[in-house]
């Protein structure tokens, strides 16, 4: 795996974090198809979370993760979360293959 990309990715995602005040993190939009841009932030920080606290089953379910609101709410919240991941990734053993395989149940909507 190279860390580094996933380091790079969360470093920009953390900047942009960081201009956002709560209610530009929570306000809806349209071309967002009236999702939240917090809300976009979280899903993403949920799956490195998944796969970090997964991994040593070979097996990701994104059903399983842990929901947390507060990750498209507060700024700070997320900032702090993302460093806490960009730590992991400094730790890891960096020479060592996991195979991940991902699951994630999807539901359509259908009109």
Not at 2 to 9: E, G
Not at 23 to 29: E, G, H, Q, R
Not at 61 to 70: A, C, G, P, T, V
């Amino acid at each position: 795996m190279n860390y580094k990309s996933h380091q790079i990715v969360l470093l920009d995602l953390k900047n942009i974090i960081k201009q956002l005040d709560a209610s530009a993190l929570t306000k809806k939009n349209k071309t967002l198809s009236q999702a939240s841009i917090g809300a976009h932030f979280r899903h993403i920080i949920e799956f490195y979370q998944c796969c970090i606290s997964q991994k040593e089953s070979g097996f990701v379910n994104y059903d399983l993760r842990k929901r947390n609101k507060s990750l498209e709410e507060n700024p700070n919240f997320g900032v702090q979360t993302i460093e806490t991941l960009l730590n992991y990734l400094s730790t890891v053993h960096k020479h060592k293959r996991i195979a991940l395989y991902v699951w994630a149940r999807v539901w359509k909507m259908i009109l």
